[in-house]
């Protein structure tokens, strides 16, 4: 039988939102599907269902489901566990990397992150209530905003200078979403500093 691997992007579902800083979690994982989409020497199959619209194919003896919660993102864990439930995963720690945006991070950098707390990220949060702290983490930097008004700010769109620098470092992401099916999440946090261009 395959391995598991579940990617699962954060984000609001909608055209509105999606230029949103809070929807750096769909941007990389839509553009990582995209990727192999276009490589055609894999099947890759669309389905919607337990609240999500989900990709998954095979590689590397590895069965990959990417998975956009469309619950909108407080309710993100909800559509999360219904997707575990399906698959009978019943320990998410060594099956589940949940891509999401950080202010904590500068925006054009990233961090691979394995359990912790909720980093004030309703998504985050909302997968945590459900599933507990242990899974793996893409933060995907926006930066912070100077006035503080976080909430406003997750919900605007990207400047274009910043979706320029978000754009540029979308293929470093998917080549490390790849490396974790080739050599799973430890080894590949362990091997950050290869992806990271100097």
Request: with cysteine.
């Amino acid at each position: 039988m395959n391995n598991l691997l579940f990617f699962v992007g954060l984000g609001n579902p909608g055209k509105k939102y999606q230029r949103n800083r809070h929807n750096a979690g769909f941007i990389v994982l839509d553009y990582f599907v995209n990727e192999i989409y276009k490589s055609k020497s894999i099947d890759i199959k669309q389905d919607f269902k337990f609240n999500s619209l989900i990709y998954t194919f095979k590689r590397e003896n590895t069965d990959v489901i990417c998975v956009f919660p469309l619950t909108f993102m407080n309710l993100s864990g909800n559509a999360v566990k219904q997707v575990l439930d399906y698959y009978k995963v019943s320990d998410a720690s060594k099956n589940l990397v949940v891509i999401h945006d950080d202010m904590d991070i500068p925006l054009g950098s990233f961090k691979l992150k394995f359990d912790g707390g909720d980093g004030g990220h309703n998504g985050v949060k909302s997968i945590i209530n459900y599933l507990g702290k242990d899974f793996g983490r893409l933060r995907v930097g926006i930066s912070k905003p100077i006035d503080k008004n976080y909430k406003e700010y997750v919900l605007q769109d990207f400047l274009n200078e910043e979706w320029i620098r978000l754009n540029d470092i979308l293929p470093t992401l998917s080549s490390i979403l790849n490396n974790i099916i080739r050599e799973g999440f430890e080894m590949t946090m362990s091997k950050i500093g290869i992806f990271i261009k100097k």
